[in-house]
């Protein structure tokens, strides 16, 4: 495979409605997508840093910076070498420190193109074995519970088989009892964000009485040790997704006593190859894992419901059907059927842009040739 040229560009998506959660709101989904022409077939992804370093140090305009002046040309370094495939590329820039959700998106488009040569699906590639997987919905914060009971109620009648509540100092007791009580034996979620510190394990001991699935990340990523004091003092499991970036934090987390659960999010670990890692770390280890989502559209949302088939995720996840955020996609729309999402089966990632709706959508584009 021969990389010929790599397109970095910009889009803008319309929210549905405004997601607001503890550090910030969205209103527009702002993110920028990574295309690949190779001599065999083209590759598509979609990188999920942010526009502001507010889910993690990362955002848009320096992911696409490390992408221009380091990991595209280190992609055409193997080129030249004659050995261009996605799995040699995260060795070839595992001198580039950090910087795993721009790594994550050239090496996506990369395995698209590879797999579409190949004539292979993404979910075949990474082990998958189901056709179809559960769905959940995440319900951002909002200014009243009247509101949330609301769309918590659409949201389970769209056909939704698991809610996570979105909460922060000030949100999170009062909400979630409102939905426990107003919806009885649901299944059930917090995520926090890193919200709290360490002097709020009283307080968030409260919400062992509610029957939770699990309570996501509520520390700051960093404080590994702190969700490991946290999960001796609540009973609610403690599930990791800022702190977790490798397989290695994956396994040290666990070892520590710090989560009973993992969120796999394939742009903050660095690529589809190691979340199978750390998917696999986990089940080793007798861990439940779920795909947790980031506003993706149809282009990054097709590679999460692949992997997110494979055997060790057994938690419904933030695979959404495409109409939770937008009235109309870059891609084909995913639907929801008996809750669950179909798992894109066409070569590559299963999906392609729209060229009219991406031409609608794109704020700039920028290619990058020899």
Same mark, same amino acid.
């Given at each position: 495979?021969?990389?010929?040229?790599?397109?970095?560009?910009?889009?803008?998506?319309?929210?549905?409605?405004?997601?607001? @959660?503890?550090?910030?709101?969205?209103?527009?989904?702002?993110?920028?997508?990574? +295309?690949?022409?190779?001599?065999?077939?083209?590759?598509?992804s979609?990188?999920?840093?942010?526009?502001?370093? #507010?889910?993690?140090?990362?955002?848009?305009?320096?992911?696409?910076?490390?992408?221009?002046?380091?990991?595209?040309?280190?992609?055409?370094g193997?080129?030249?070498?004659g050995?261009?495939?996605?799995? &040699?590329?995260?060795?070839?820039?595992?001198?580039?420190? %950090?910087?795993?959700?721009?790594?994550?998106?050239?090496?996506?488009?990369? /395995?698209?193109?590879?797999?579409?040569?190949?004539?292979?699906?993404?979910?075949?590639?990474?082990?998958?074995?189901?056709? *179809?997987?559960? @769905?959940?919905?995440?319900?951002?914060?909002?200014?009243?519970?009247?509101?949330?009971?609301?769309?918590?109620?659409?949201?389970?009648?769209?056909?939704?088989?698991?809610?996570?509540?979105?909460?922060?100092?000030?949100?999170?007791?009062?909400?979630?009892?409102?939905?426990?009580?107003?919806?009885?034996?649901?299944?059930?979620?917090?995520?926090?964000? @890193?919200?709290?510190?360490?002097?709020?394990?009283?307080?968030?001991?409260?919400?062992?009485?509610?029957d939770?699935?699990?309570?996501?990340?509520?520390?700051?990523?960093?404080?590994?040790?702190g +969700?490991?004091?946290? #999960?001796?003092?609540?009973?609610?499991?403690?599930c990791?997704?800022?702190?977790?970036?490798? &397989?290695?934090a994956?396994?040290?987390?666990?070892?520590?006593?710090?989560?009973?659960?993992?969120?796999?999010?394939?742009?903050?670990?660095? %690529?589809?190859?190691?979340?199978?890692?750390? +998917?696999?770390?986990?089940?080793?280890?007798?861990?439940?894992?779920?795909?947790?989502?980031?506003?993706? @559209?149809?282009?990054?949302?097709?590679?999460?419901l692949?992997?997110?088939?494979?055997?060790?995720?057994t938690?419904?996840?933030?695979?959404?059907?495409?109409?939770?955020?937008?009235? *109309?996609?870059?891609?084909?729309?995913?639907?929801?059927e008996?809750? +669950?999402?179909?798992?894109?089966? %066409?070569?590559?990632?299963g999906?392609?842009?729209?060229?009219?709706?991406?031409?609608?959508?794109?704020?700039?584009?920028?290619? /990058?040739?020899?």
């Amino acid at each position: 495979m021969k990389l010929e040229a790599v397109e970095l560009r910009r889009v803008a998506l319309p929210l549905v409605s405004p997601f607001r @959660t503890s550090f910030g709101v969205e209103t527009d989904h702002d993110c920028f997508l990574v +295309h690949v022409v190779t001599d065999g077939a083209e590759g598509w992804s979609e990188c999920v840093a942010m526009e502001r370093p #507010a889910y993690s140090s990362e955002y848009a305009d320096g992911a696409c910076d490390v992408l221009r002046r380091w990991l595209v040309p280190a992609a055409r370094g193997l080129s030249d070498a004659g050995t261009l495939a996605a799995e &040699a590329f995260g060795p070839a820039v595992e001198w580039v420190k %950090g910087h795993r959700m721009a790594k994550a998106a050239l090496e996506t488009a990369l /395995l698209d193109a590879q797999l579409r040569i190949e004539g292979r699906s993404i979910a075949d590639r990474l082990g998958a074995v189901k056709d *179809r997987v559960p @769905t959940g919905v995440s319900v951002g914060i909002m200014d009243a519970v009247p509101a949330l009971l609301d769309a918590v109620a659409g949201y389970l009648d769209a056909g939704y088989l698991r809610i996570k509540l979105k909460i922060e100092p000030g949100w999170d007791v009062e909400p979630v009892r409102a939905v426990r009580e107003r919806f009885g034996d649901i299944l059930l979620q917090v995520d926090a964000n @890193t919200a709290y510190t360490r002097h709020d394990t009283e307080h968030l001991a409260q919400l062992d009485a509610y029957d939770l699935l699990l309570i996501e990340q509520p520390l700051e990523e960093e404080d590994v040790p702190g +969700h490991a004091l946290l #999960a001796q003092r609540i009973s609610t499991p403690v599930c990791l997704d800022e702190s977790i970036v490798s &397989a290695q934090a994956a396994r040290d987390a666990i070892l520590s006593g710090a989560c009973e659960i993992v969120n796999i999010k394939p742009g903050r670990v660095g %690529g589809y190859l190691e979340s199978v890692r750390i +998917h696999d770390v986990c089940r080793d280890l007798g861990k439940a894992v779920w795909c947790g989502g980031m506003l993706e @559209t149809g282009i990054g949302r097709a590679p999460n419901l692949a992997l997110a088939a494979l055997p060790g995720f057994t938690l419904p996840g933030d695979t959404s059907a495409t109409a939770r955020y937008y009235h *109309r996609d870059i891609t084909r729309e995913f639907v929801i059927e008996d809750g +669950h999402v179909a798992v894109p089966t %066409g070569p590559g990632i299963g999906v392609e842009p729209d060229p009219d709706v991406l031409a609608a959508v794109t704020v700039s584009s920028e290619w /990058l040739r020899d």
